[in-house]
């Protein structure tokens, strides 16, 4: 029975990895890819919850030496499958939605295979984000079979294997995905730890303690803590204040969160008994036995996308293919000349130019009966390797304040318009949430329906 926990534009990245040939070969890093769709207008918000994940895994008293990384350097990957590259329905149906995209071939390599997103950046986990939840009290989703279960179920067990290097690797085709919210309203808005949280229950973690009908953790000390402080020490009960703090994989459940605190935050580490020593309460325990597995559910390094060197076509039409290109030398794998070099000191911060648009479709009608003018809108960027995505912000009606729109990963954008007249411009960005100023250009879009 599975247990639920609630709480493409590729550049080149990770070699498949099905298992190598002895233990010293095994990976020693967990690398993660981020897929967001275009809903989510502000990517900076993923990249504080990779950021609370790393510390939390760095101050936890770990003593694995296994490590996280992100794939695809630390940028997302573009969903685009769905209406209009979105996910969409429950918590649930997004992360089946997620491991879907995650795993269909729809990369062509070199040699004409196609492989996955996940395998083709050899990510061993896959988190996706989304700001559109069915149920927006609901922070994100896991399944984890193996090393937690559910009351009634038999329990969790790690079960290393001699044929794989003693690891565990039953989840690898399985539990590797995680649904995280990142909508900047709402419940789950306030912080930013549910990667750091779900990430501890794909490694055996879970939460405060276990009531009826909860779930179980890899061992029996493998729950969250808590501290709990009284301020002012010695003051009357009346005129006390009662602080609770807890770790990464807590829950704002009674059980997590006691009804008489005046208030219950987050300390940005997983239960470990060095920390507190609550008895009975350390999911590093578990993590430090599953890390090394969960690391090795994808071995090697990124793979590269089709060699235009070795594709029997001539791709610039200059006459000449494959090795007799002189655009084909060293480890070169395109026919094409190199892009012309940027201007010195080009950054992300070069805003967007030639913003222009063309209408694709003059009436078109979505799912709920609404009726939009369909435009394709491009840009140019005079150092696009240096930008990790494009913000799109739009004045509607035109001359009103500019509204940031949503999120792209490539110089376009699909663009609906519906009512007053709409203004696009474009800003460039990197993780961390630094932009360019608006782009001077701009494309009016109006509504032709």
Not at 6 to 35: C, E, F, K
Not at 216 to 230: E, K, P, V
């Amino acid at each position: 029975m599975r247990r639920w926990m609630v709480g493409a534009l590729l550049a080149a990245s990770p070699i498949i990895a099905h298992p190598s040939t002895g233990p010293d070969l095994n990976d020693t890093t967990i690398r993660i890819l981020l897929v967001a769709d275009r809903s989510i207008v502000n990517l900076g918000r993923v990249d504080q919850h990779m950021q609370y994940l790393q510390n939390a895994w760095n101050s936890s008293n770990l003593s694995t030496p296994i490590s996280i990384t992100l794939a695809n350097g630390g940028s997302p990957i573009e969903y685009t499958d769905g209406f209009l590259g979105s996910f969409s329905g429950s918590v649930v149906n997004q992360y089946e939605q997620l491991k879907t995209f995650a795993s269909t071939p729809s990369i062509t390599l070199a040699s004409g295979e196609m492989v996955s997103p996940r395998d083709f950046h050899a990510a061993d986990l896959v988190f996706g984000f989304s700001i559109t939840f069915a149920d927006n009290t609901k922070c994100g989703t896991v399944t984890q079979e193996y090393w937690t279960s559910s009351v009634g179920e038999p329990l969790p067990t790690f079960q290393p294997s001699l044929v794989t290097f003693n690891l565990d690797l039953r989840g690898a085709d399985d539990a590797y995905a995680a649904m995280i919210n990142a909508s900047e309203i709402g419940p789950c808005s306030s912080e930013t730890n549910f990667s750091a949280h779900e990430f501890g229950h794909l490694l055996g973690a879970h939460h405060w303690d276990r009531p009826s009908g909860d779930s179980f953790g890899l061992y029996n000390d493998s729950r969250s803590d808590r501290t709990q402080t009284i301020w002012p020490p010695g003051a009357p009960p009346n005129q006390q204040s009662i602080f609770v703090y807890q770790t990464v994989v807590g829950t704002g459940a009674d059980s997590g969160c006691p009804s008489y605190a005046n208030f219950c935050g987050w300390m940005p580490l997983f239960s470990s008994s060095t920390h507190y020593g609550t008895a009975q309460h350390s999911n590093v325990t578990a993590m430090n036995d599953t890390a090394e597995s969960v690391a090795n559910y994808r071995r090697g390094d990124p793979l590269v996308s089709i060699d235009l060197c070795q594709d029997g076509i001539d791709n610039d039409g200059d006459g000449t293919e494959d090795s007799s290109d002189p655009e084909c030398v060293g480890s070169s794998t395109s026919e094409l000349p190199p892009p012309p070099a940027p201007p010195p000191n080009c950054t992300h911060l070069v805003a967007p130019f030639n913003v222009a648009g063309i209408l694709k479709q003059q009436c078109y009608i979505d799912s709920s009966g609404v009726a939009w003018s369909l435009y394709d809108v491009s840009w140019s960027h005079s150092c696009p390797g240096e930008v990790a995505w494009y913000e799109v912000h739009y004045s509607q009606p035109d001359g009103s304040p500019y509204v940031r729109g949503w999120t792209v990963f490539q110089q376009s954008s699909e663009v609906l318009v519906d009512g007053p007249p709409s203004r696009i411009k474009v800003k460039s960005c990197v993780p961390g949430g630094s932009c360019s100023n608006l782009s001077s250009d701009s494309f009016l879009a109006l509504d032709r329906c």
